[in-house]
C-alpha cells in the first residue's frame, strides 16, 4: 500500500492520534447513508463476509480522495457501485489478507428468538435465490432498481448501460419475479 | 391487480432483505474507525481503484414554472423550519409565538401609533422573537416575503427591529389566523397556507425567489431535490438527525448549488444543532450569512444553537 502525507495533517511523522477523528463531516454522512447499500454490493459482487468490511472502507477512501475534486455530480450510489465493484475485483485478484482483528467476524443476527433469526435469514436466502435464476445483466438491474431502489437514470450509469436497455432487462426480471413468486405460493400454501 | 400483488410481495421481501443484510452498528463503528485511521496515515486506494464517476442521463419530467420552484421551494422552506423547530420536545412555543406575531398583524394593520399600545411592545418582542422564537421567525419572515416581496429591502435581516416594524405594519395580511392555527399541527396546514401565500407572491413577481436562469436544467432536478428534503424532513420529524444530516449531505452533494440549496443549507444548520454539533453548526452559519447575507434566514441563522436551547430548555451535552 502507498503511504503519502496529508497535507491536512501537516505533520512529517506519522501522528494517527492526532489527525484521525477527522474525515470532512461530508464523507461522514456519506457514509452514515450510503455504507449498509455498499456493503450489500460488495457481498452481492461476491466478496466474503469476512472482506466484506475492509471492503467498505476501500469503497469510502476512495470517496475521501474524490470528494473535493469531484465535479461532475452524478448520482453518489451509481458511483458507489462503481467503485465497489473495482474494489471486490481488485480483492479477488490480489489475495489480500489483512490482520484482522479477533472479534471482527461476528455474524450481524442478535440474540433474538430463533424463529425471527430464520426469517431474518430467510428473507436474504430468496433474494439470492431468486436473483441467482436471473442472468447477470438482468439480475444486476434488478438488483440495483428494485432491491436498492436506485432510480433507472442511475441505475442505468452504474451498469453504464443505456436507458433502454435497463428498462427491457427490469421488465424481463419482473416477470421472473412473477411467475417465481407464484410458483413458491403454490409450494407453500 | 396481479401484478400490484407481485409488486408488494416482492417490495416486503426486499425491504426485509435490506433490513438485515447491514454492518450492523458495530460494523459501522468499526468500519469508519479503521477508514479515519486510514486516512490519517494519509493511505491512498490502490491505484486501480480510483474510477471516475459515471455520469447519469437526464430524464425530462414536467417542466416546472418559475411561479412552482418558488411556490416549492418556500413551502418547503417553512416545513423544515418548523419541524426543526419542534424535534426536541414537541410543545407548543412555535403556535404560540406565530399567534402573537400574526394575530395583531391583522388587527392592527398601518397604524404606528399602536405600535406601543400593543400586548407585544416593539422591542420585547423583537428581541424574544430572534432569539425565542426562531421558527416563528422563519415563518413570519418567509409570509412576509411571499405577500410583500417590496419590503424585502427595508426589511433585510440586519437586526431584530425592522422585522417586528414590518410585522406589525402589514396591511392585511391574508388569513393570519389560518397560518397561526396551522402550526398547532405543524406540516400539513402550515404547508398549504404557505402555498397560499406563496401563490400570492408570484403575482407580486416576488424577487426572493432562488434565480438560477443560467443553470437550463435545473427545472429537470426539482422533483429529486425535493424528495431528498423532505426525507430530511421525515428523518427529523422521527428525532432522526443522523438521517436527516445524511439526507441533507445527499442533496449538497447532488445538487451543490440546486434550487433549494439555500433552505437545505438552513435546514443544516438547525439539524446540526440538534445533533449537538454546534461548532460545526456555527461554521456553517458563517458560511451562509457570507453567501446568502440577505437571506430571509440570515436572522435566524445568525442567532445560532444558544437560541435553540434557550428556548428549548434543552440543555445539549
Sequence with gaps: ?189 | MKRQRTKDAGDALFAGYRDELTLGAEGRARTLRKLQECMARGELPAREIRVEPPRVARVRPAALSNAGKLLLGSTLAVTLGVVLWNVPDGSQPTAAGLERVAQPAAEIPQQGAHLAATPITAAPESDQLSAAKPSARIVERVRRTASRPSSMGEGAPLSAAPAARGAVSQPQSAEPGALAAGTVEPTPQLTAAAAKHTQQADRAGAERAPRTGAEPPASETLPRELQLLQSAQLALRAGDTRRALAALAEHKWTFPRGQLAEARDVARILALCHAGEEAQSQRDAERFLQRYPSSPFALRVRAGCQAIEATDGLAKP
Design chain 1, 1 to 189: 500500500v502507498t503511504t503519502a502525507k496529508r497535507s491536512e495533517c501537516g505533520v512529517s511523522e506519522p501522528e494517527p492520534a492526532a489527525c484521525a477523528p477527522a474525515p470532512p463531516p461530508e464523507l461522514r454522512e456519506l457514509f452514515d447513508l450510503h455504507a449498509d447499500f455498499v456493503y450489500r454490493v460488495l457481498l452481492r459482487l461476491g466478496v466474503p463476509r469476512t472482506d466484506a468490511e475492509d471492503c467498505v472502507q476501500d469503497v469510502f477512501l476512495v470517496v475521501a480522495h474524490r470528494l473535493t475534486d469531484y465535479v461532475e455530480r452524478g448520482a453518489i450510489r451509481a458511483w458507489l457501485f462503481v467503485i465497489a465493484r473495482q474494489v471486490a475485483m481488485h480483492a479477488q485478484r490480489s489475495h489480500r489478507r489483512r490482520v484482522r482483528h479477533q472479534l471482527e467476524i461476528v455474524p450481524a443476527l442478535g440474540a433474538d428468538d430463533p424463529h425471527r433469526q430464520l426469517e431474518r435469514k430467510r428473507a436474504i436466502d430468496l433474494v439470492h435465490e431468486f436473483l441467482g435464476e436471473l442472468d447477470e445483466p438482468q439480475a444486476q438491474a434488478f438488483y440495483l432498481a428494485e432491491v436498492e431502489q436506485l432510480t433507472v437514470p442511475e441505475v442505468a450509469a452504474a451498469l453504464d448501460v443505456k436507458l433502454n436497455t435497463v428498462y427491457s432487462r427490469l421488465r424481463l426480471a419482473r416477470r421472473r419475479l412473477a411467475l417465481w413468486l407464484a410458483a413458491r405460493t403454490k409450494e407453500t400454501p
